[in-house]
């Protein structure tokens, strides 16, 4: 399982699961970060946090334990 903290800069992945629970998942799935779309990394941060990406057509900037929360594929 990998999941959107280990994608490289500049791929496109796959949502796949979200593995938060309760109000964090629910945040994540207001950002518009649901099963099946697909997630476009644009830049991490030189420590890792925070992780910017592309979700339908917007940009969105994530905290490294939200991206680890995110399986892709």
Do not use: F, H, N, W
């Not at 099946?36 to 339908?56: C, F, M, N």
């Amino acid at each position: 399982m990998k999941t959107l903290k280990e994608v490289a800069c500049g791929q496109t992945v796959t949502v796949k699961k979200l593995t938060g629970t309760g109000p964090v998942k629910r945040r994540i799935m207001d950002m518009g970060i649901t099963k099946g779309v697909s997630v476009y990394v644009r830049k991490v941060a030189p420590l890792g946090d925070p992780v910017e990406v592309t979700v339908r057509g917007y940009e969105l900037s994530l905290r490294k334990a939200d991206a680890e929360m995110i399986e892709v594929e």
